[in-house]
């Protein structure tokens, strides 16, 4: 019996700090190489690390800890307490792709404070004009009619708007759940070796056209080329 209780006693206090162990493990995964910018905002990274400091608490709590803990209700907390580790591991450097467009409302360009005459002259060049998805979105009054270059993530939908593409990006305002696809549609005629979630970069002019209903900017598509994604997180950027 003094056996069987010793037994109970170490499992009982070994168990929740494995769990605190692996929390402290999962919130360095993120840390490392700023991986928590794929689901979190920058500037929330501060979270992660507090999240960090508490758990090795509660591991250096457990591990001088002498208290006996129920043995199953441990292991049915532990297991439980476990499985968004196993989400955050799974994910590794996967940024949102393609699918969650396909589950989601692309945002409409955006009506943006005009600028002086003489600047929004001087924007308007024969040349086109590098910039991010975002800019453009956000500066759309702008823009519109210009001929742009922008880099994104390229979607083909599937339906009845099959001879479509879009190019497109998240913005993310605090976290992943929150992230929003903006981005452009094209005609894909004669693109080739191009698939979904290739980061490519496309140039035209651009302007607004109702497809479905909804409001959305429309690029004259001139050139389309593959490119390498310039880091892991670039699919998003932050509001």
């Known amino acids: 019996m003094a056996v069987n209780q010793s037994k109970n006693k170490i499992i009982g206090v070994s168990v929740p700090l494995a769990v605190m162990a692996a929390w402290v493990f999962a919130f360095g995964f993120l840390i490392y190489n700023n991986r928590y910018y794929l689901f979190l905002k920058p500037q929330f990274g501060i979270l992660i690390y507090i999240s960090l400091f508490i758990c090795s608490l509660f591991a250096l709590s457990f591990l001088f800890s002498g208290t006996n803990h129920h043995v199953q209700d441990s292991m049915i907390k532990g297991m439980i307490t476990l499985l968004p580790i196993m ?20 945002a409409a360009p955006q009506k943006a404070i005009q600028m002086s005459a003489p600047e929004a002259i001087k924007e308007k060049t024969s040349d086109p004009l590098d910039m991010t998805i975002s800019r453009l979105t956000q500066q759309w009054d702008t823009y519109k009619g210009s001929k742009v270059s922008v880099e994104g993530l390229f979607y083909e939908p599937v339906g009845k708007n099959k001879d479509m593409a879009i190019v497109f990006r998240y913005l993310i305002t605090c976290c992943a759940a929150d992230a929003q696809p903006i981005g452009l549609v094209i005609k894909k005629n004669n693109i080739q070796q191009i698939k979904n979630n290739d980061w490519v970069r496309i140039t035209g002019v651009v302007h607004e056209e109702t497809i479905d209903g909804s409001l959305v900017i429309f690029m004259e598509l001139e050139h389309i080329e593959k ?5 892991k997180n670039a699919a998003y950027f932050y509001n």
């Open 87 to 106: 989400f955050i591991l799974a994910a590794g450097d996967n940024t949102l792709g393609s699918y969650a467009l396909s589950k989601r409302t692309m």
């Open 227 to 231: 490119t390498i994604m310039p880091s």
